[in-house]
T-cell receptor, first 113, second 110 residues
């Protein structure tokens, strides 16, 4: 039981390049989330998916797209990276039912030069 | 939109001293969660509070949810070096999305 896994762990991009961050969970959760965390700040929600086949914008969706490929996988795509997207990206999934606990992956540290 | 403010931003304590962080929401919450993040790590769930006025304890940690369900606090008694990290609250409305505070970073001097 690996929990939430993310790839890659580190990435350096040049401005204008594109890339996809991968996230998978093996806990059979319906809800999945993508957050970004800038230095000294909390986590800001980029996109979330309440169930397979549905996605919705969070607080800071501009410059990103997502795909909920199946119940396990939720990917985040940067079409044309900008230096302002330098951040640590966390994927999370959540238990269904009464508990609101979110399980976080280890994060992807992205630098855009 | 919903805003969650957390204070203080930083807290430096001597080992054995107490520590408190406060969280305030601009809107009424359906629940609030608390997370701890160690340096270089990812957030780890500590607890959730759902009921108005709820108080929960985990060993030296005490969590409270305000009567109006708009504020919360985390209190650590007799801090230890293992308590270092950043503590985040995450407030959720009935919309099902959590808004995180900016966190309180705790350092403990042995």
């Amino acid at each position: 039981n690996a929990g939430v896994t993310q790839t890659p762990k580190f990435q350096v991009l040049k401005t204008g390049q594109s890339m996809t961050l991968q996230c998978a969970q093996d806990m059979n959760h319906n809800s999945m989330y993508w957050y970004r965390q800038d230095p000294g700040m909390g986590l800001r929600l980029i996109y979330y998916s309440a169930s397979e086949g549905t996605t919705d914008k969070g607080e800071v969706p501009n410059g990103y797209n997502v795909s909920r490929l199946n119940k396990r996988e939720f990917s985040l795509r940067l079409e044309s990276a900008a230096p302002s997207q330098t951040s640590v990206y966390f994927c999370a999934s959540r238990t269904d039912g009464y508990s609101y606990e979110q399980y976080f992956g280890p994060g992807t540290r992205l630098t855009v030069t | 939109g919903q805003q969650v403010m957390q204070i203080p931003q930083y807290q430096h304590v001597q080992e054995g001293e107490d520590f408190t962080t406060y969280c305030n929401s601009s809107t009424t919450l359906s629940n609030i969660q608390w997370y701890k993040q160690r340096p270089g790590g990812h957030p780890v769930f500590l607890i959730q509070l759902v009921k108005s006025g709820e108080v929960k304890k985990q060993k030296r940690l005490t969590f409270q949810f305000g009567e109006a369900k708009k504020n919360s606090s985390l209190h650590i008694t007799a801090t230890q070096t293992t308590d270092v990290g950043t503590y985040f609250c995450a407030g959720e409305t009935n919309a099902g999305k959590s808004t995180f505070g900016d966190g309180t970073t705790l350092t403990v001097k042995p």
